[in-house]
């Protein structure tokens, strides 16, 4: 191994502390990638990337104050330079689109970081885009994934449904005939498998799995 090579400084953006610290030690592993700092959240991750020399920043695109994607225009304006790989949880079309729309460099599931990533990394440093899987079906608008990823509860399915349709929590706990606590308890475990997600993003996933139907209305 040449010691005087440099190495890839990488930033890592995730609001799972479990998530950085398996990348962290698969990083320490290389002979060529180094972490050079990890963010929370998009805003900590601008002010980071804008501040602290890397090479390439690796972000989940579903954070709680913004998204990957909203971050990365944002570190454009200031460091072009910078490559960035976005991590989604799912193959979403539409997603794709927008990464390819705004020339990402690397594109990965977060369920295929593990064997992807250093290989991702390494091409993307070396001019070349990374998208994986490739999704051949753009045009269609709809998420090739199945109609319940993250194996939610029968319960927590209807809770879906109930927040995407725009329900406070004392009409869904009328609805489903459960109090208002346990309904918080359902949400947490909805929480819990999908991460921080805000009602438009809950409502994009219900629709995606067939929870709710498009402009459909509580009734």
């Known amino acids: 191994m040449n010691l005087l090579k440099k190495k890839i400084k990488v930033i890592l953006a995730d609001d799972h502390e479990i998530f950085r610290v398996g990348l962290a030690f698969l990083f320490s592993a290389t002979d060529d990638i180094e972490l050079a700092g990890e963010a929370t959240g998009g805003q900590e991750l601008v002010n980071l990337a804008t501040s602290t020399y890397c090479d390439i920043i690796i972000t989940d695109h579903l954070m709680p104050d913004m998204t990957g994607l909203e971050a990365v225009q944002l570190i454009r304006k200031k460091r072009p330079e910078i490559k960035s790989i976005l991590l989604t949880q799912m193959e979403d079309s539409q997603l794709l689109k927008e990464s390819k729309d705004l020339e990402i460099n690397g594109y990965l599931l977060k369920s295929q970081v593990k064997d992807k990533v250093v290989e991702a990394i390494r091409k993307i440093i070396n001019e070349k885009?990374?998208?994986?899987?490739?999704?051949?079906?753009?045009?269609?608008?709809?998420?090739?994934?199945?109609?319940?990823?993250?194996?939610?509860?029968?319960?927590?399915?209807?809770?879906?449904?109930?927040?995407?349709?725009?329900?406070?929590?004392?009409?869904?706990?009328?609805?489903?005939?459960?109090?208002?606590?346990?309904?918080?308890?359902?949400?947490?475990?909805?929480?819990?498998?999908?991460?921080?997600?805000?009602?438009?993003?809950?409502?994009?996933?219900?629709?995606?799995?067939?929870?709710?139907?498009?402009?459909?209305?509580?009734?």
């Open 129 to 219: 885009k990374y998208i994986y899987p490739e999704n051949n079906d753009l045009d269609t608008g709809r998420s090739k994934i199945s109609s319940n990823p993250f194996n939610l509860t029968e319960k927590e399915l209807e809770l879906l449904r109930w927040l995407a349709l725009g329900l406070s929590y004392k009409q869904i706990a009328e609805k489903m005939n459960i109090s208002v606590k346990t309904v918080e308890f359902h949400r947490s475990g909805i929480t819990e498998k999908l991460g921080k997600r805000s009602i438009a993003d809950l409502t994009r996933l219900a629709i995606t799995w067939g929870v709710i139907r498009e402009g459909e209305k509580a009734t």
